[in-house]
């Protein structure tokens, strides 16, 4: 029997064997390969960590292996993660169907579901988008219109959805719709999957400040989706709906972990606009100081990360564990990046030209769009409330008379 000891001689020696240097590096923007029907690697060493990690299985390596995943054990997968962080190895793909969709379909879809959405999924040949929001249902979900009105084989979507990421280049979507409108709200709603190139849907882009955005809203106008998309019980939607979205809260709480295009070295930028700590003026010193402070508290979370990692296998209700990870997260980062720009002073004043280097204007909008992190996969006053219920165990407030 192979100990955990030996897996992790052996993990070790596959990731040094076969994940090339470059991809031991932090991941620039632009560098993000996503699965999908048509994948798009910028260099050849993308192309073979992509494609060494899904022959080994290892885009979902705690999935069963039957449909396409690794068949590692918690213990196994934990191993895996914690040697992917020693190289500091980059993600081989981003799917948003395996952090947040997948697992949902593991525990309630059918077999033929399993099948037809987990394997491929786990090969990174589909891409995924959320369809959760609307102009209207934000942060209070269960007010969501988007209809699915049964039309015998099939049902008849009408409807929008918005802050859509990547909706124009996704190839499925995972979203909510109304089902049954005559009941109270939570229990009407129910969870499809609908394949994008379906005729009635069209995504369009939202701009942000930043300049740069993955956000679109999505407008659905008679469109047929057969009734085998159908994922859970009709109108059962909301319970998984509480599940996907712990699977989100979590995927979002890793981000700077695996050194996705947000996560920066605070201290080598600070290094590089601060003169050492002996020869800087008052305010430098400070700068430096909470640079500093950052950071450790950037370590900090991480290990932190790490070992709830460890609780929530253990655990029934992780919302509670999830909505710390993704609130800490999300602020953290906003929070670094206030100090980052702060350090860099004037040069953090660029948008565009050639007065600025690429990474100084990238440090400038990253800055504006970590704001959009504090609302995504539910703001954070919504994960303050689901921690003062959950973890706390605190009274839910009364209306007033």
């Given at each position: 029997m192979t100990t955990i000891d030996d897996f992790r001689r052996e993990t070790r020696a596959w990731l040094e064997a076969n994940c090339p240097p470059s991809m031991r590096t932090p991941m620039p923007d632009g560098e993000l390969v996503w699965g999908g029907r048509t994948v798009e690697f910028k260099n050849e060493d993308q192309r073979l960590w992509f494609e060494r990690m899904r022959d080994k299985g290892w885009f979902c390596p705690d999935w069963p292996a039957e449909y396409g995943g690794g068949g590692l054990s918690p213990e196994q997968n934990a191993v895996l993660e914690s040697e992917m962080r020693r190289l500091h190895c980059r993600p081989p793909q981003i799917n948003l169907g395996i952090w947040m969709l997948g697992p949902v379909v593991l525990e309630f879809g059918t077999e033929e579901q399993k099948r037809e959405l987990i394997t491929p999924m786990a090969r990174g040949e589909i891409r995924w988008c959320q369809g959760f929001s609307e102009p209207n249902a934000g942060s209070d979900l269960a007010s969501l219109k988007t209809s699915a009105v049964d039309a015998g084989d099939h049902f008849i979507v009408n409807g929008t959805k918005i802050w859509t990421s990547y909706g124009d280049k996704s190839d499925w979507m995972y979203m909510l719709?109304?089902?049954?409108?005559?009941?109270?709200?939570?229990?009407g709603i129910s969870l499809l999957v609908v394949d994008m190139k379906s005729p009635g849907i069209e995504a369009r882009p939202i701009d942000l400040i930043s300049g740069k955005s993955s956000f679109c809203q999505v407008f659905f106008d008679n469109v047929n989706v057969p009734k085998r998309q159908l994922v859970g019980p009709l109108n059962g939607g909301w319970t998984l709906a509480k599940a996907l979205l712990?699977?989100?809260r979590r995927a979002m709480s890793k981000f700077g972990e695996f050194a996705l295009p947000n996560h920066v070295d605070l201290l080598s930028v600070a290094a590089r606009y601060l003169p050492p700590a002996d020869a800087?003026?008052?305010?430098?010193?400070?700068?430096?100081?909470r640079a500093l402070a950052m950071a450790m508290d950037e370590h900090a979370y991480t290990l932190t990360a790490?070992?709830?990692?460890?609780?929530?296998?253990?655990r029934q209700d992780v919302s509670g564990l999830m909505?710390?990870?993704?609130?800490?997260?999300?602020?953290?980062e906003k929070d670094k990046l206030e100090v980052l720009l702060d350090v860099m002073g004037h040069r953090a004043l660029g948008w565009e030209g050639e007065a600025f280097d690429s990474s100084e204007l990238a440090l400038t909008r990253a800055w504006l769009g970590s704001f959009a992190q504090t609302i995504a996969g539910g703001s954070s006053e919504v994960q303050l409330n689901v921690i003062a219920k959950r973890v706390l165990g605190l009274p839910e407030g009364k209306q007033g008379k």
């Open positions: 719709v109304r089902t049954d409108p005559d009941v109270p709200k939570q229990q712990q699977h989100e800087g003026t008052n305010a430098e010193v400070a700068l430096r100081a790490q070992r709830m990692g460890e609780e929530i296998r253990a909505a710390i990870m993704k609130l800490v997260h999300s602020e953290q």
